[in-house]
């Protein structure tokens, strides 16, 4: 089956600091990838996505690198704020569904 | 509505019972799945239809899984005869079409007691 793997299950950063959070994808034929984030208690939240088509894309304060070469996602969050600690999930759609990682548990130490 | 609607958002049941939860969609949205997430689990994917097409139903659990879609809008999941494994978060989500962002509701927060 399919696999959406997340290189680090946690991370903690120091408020302030930029946030780096990785994802490998399995299937070379995937070309729409999403990341979400999921807070305590709550459904996942759309953050930013990007087609095969780009190796990047730009929101406000994230930042989404796909490199198709090493099937490797990535998301970056500038100045980390508290309200940034969560739950992020990387999803690939190789074909008409999408596939979810467990997810990276981001925690932001004030 | 402004995002994805679910109800009930908890819900505490005896195993044996049966339990529905309710999704209500984006407006306008033509795709409409439905996702299992247990603790510290990932998404698992159950159910998914489009439009009038046939559900993908390849994703439920067991025969006692079972969703409906009425006007393409609002759906129900059903689960008969509830067992403790069946503890989870149930997640919808909708989307423009299949080939588009999904966007998620905020669960409904299953116990079986």
């Known amino acids: 089956g399919e696999s959406v793997g997340l290189h680090l299950p946690t991370l903690s950063v120091q408020e302030g600091d930029n946030s780096i959070i990785n994802c490998a994808y399995s299937n070379s034929a995937s070309d729409y990838f999403i990341w979400y984030k999921q807070e305590s208690g709550k459904g996942p939240q759309f953050i930013i996505d990007i087609r095969s088509n780009m190796d990047k894309r730009q929101g406000q304060r994230v930042t989404v690198l796909l490199n198709k070469t090493v099937k490797h996602l990535s998301l970056q969050i500038a100045a980390t704020q508290p309200g940034d600690s969560a739950v992020y999930f990387c999803?690939?759609?190789?074909?008409?569904?999408?596939?979810f990682g467990t997810g990276t548990s981001l925690t932001v130490i004030p | 509505g402004a995002g994805v609607s679910q109800s009930p958002s908890n819900k505490v049941t005896e195993k044996g019972k049966d339990v529905e939860l309710r999704c209500d969609p984006i407006s306008g949205h033509t795709a409409l799945y439905w996702y299992r997430q247990s603790l510290g689990q990932g998404l698992e994917f159950l159910i998914y239809?489009?439009?009038?097409?046939?559900?993908?139903k390849s994703g439920l659990p067991s025969d006692r899984f079972s969703a409906e879609r009425t006007g393409g809008s609002v759906s129900t999941l059903t689960i008969q005869r509830t067992q403790q494994e069946d503890s989870a978060v149930y997640l919808c989500a909708s989307s423009r079409d299949r080939r588009n962002t999904i966007y998620f509701g905020e669960g409904s927060w299953l116990t079986v007691v």
């Open positions: 239809f489009q439009g009038n097409s046939a559900p993908d």
């Open positions: 999803a690939e759609m190789p074909g008409n569904q999408f596939y």
